[in-house]
């Protein structure tokens, strides 16, 4: 059981593991947390956006849309790298998943098939949303693939957690396709190799 970092703390981890972070408004205290609460955390999630265009998509996942109010995740890394901080606390990324996945996440053990949606991710998970149109086409560029590297293992090394404890969007909820491009046991490897 992992109570959050401070949004001081993430800032701070995120900016030590080599990144470029930009800060959007008032993202500290940009959350969902009358929804619900936020934490213990277990893990990192990563998705792609469906969107193109970097302004665009930070509006979009610190804004939200109709029918899901924002913050969308907590950072958005831009295919140049960059992580926009958008908000910090309980942000509406995850949705509901399988509660199989989550034991195994907080085992750091290997992922079960996700054929349930019946715990709340949100509670429990920090977001990257990583700007792609997930059609498998668009290209994932090199500088964004190492940004997400490094923004995970910036959570996991807070937390004390392998790569084991980060999973794809499409791992923790049946339906979902994201990140499409690139595959997450592929991404924990390269995490694994950072975190050594």
Not at 47 to 60: L, Y
Not at 122 to 149: K, S
Not at 151 to 166: E, F, K, L, M, Q
Request: charged residues 25%; glycine residues 12%.
């Amino acid at each position: 059981m992992a109570p959050p970092m401070s949004a001081g703390s993430f800032l701070s981890r995120l900016k030590a593991e080599g990144l470029t972070v930009v800060e959007v408004g008032d993202w500290e205290h940009h959350n969902r947390n009358h929804k619900g609460p936020w934490g213990p955390v277990h893990g990192v999630m990563i998705h792609h956006t469906v969107t193109s265009g970097s302004r665009r998509t930070v509006e979009i996942c610190r804004d939200g849309y109709s029918g899901l109010p924002g913050p969308l995740c907590h950072g958005v890394i831009t295919k140049d790298g960059r992580v926009h901080l958008v908000g910090y606390g309980r942000s509406n990324h995850a949705g509901l998943g399988d509660d199989d996945v989550l034991r195994a996440v907080i085992a750091e053990k290997a992922l079960p098939p996700d054929n349930e949606a019946n715990t709340d991710g949100n509670r429990h998970f920090y977001g990257f949303e990583c700007e792609n149109l997930g059609d498998g086409e668009d290209p994932w560029p090199e500088a964004q693939l190492d940004a997400i590297e490094r923004a995970a293992a910036a959570v996991c090394r807070h937390h004390g957690w392998t790569a084991r404890s980060v999973i794809g969007h499409l791992e923790w909820q049946p339906g979902k396709i994201d990140p499409r491009g690139f595959t997450m046991a592929a991404m924990r490897d390269r995490i694994h190799e950072r975190l050594k």
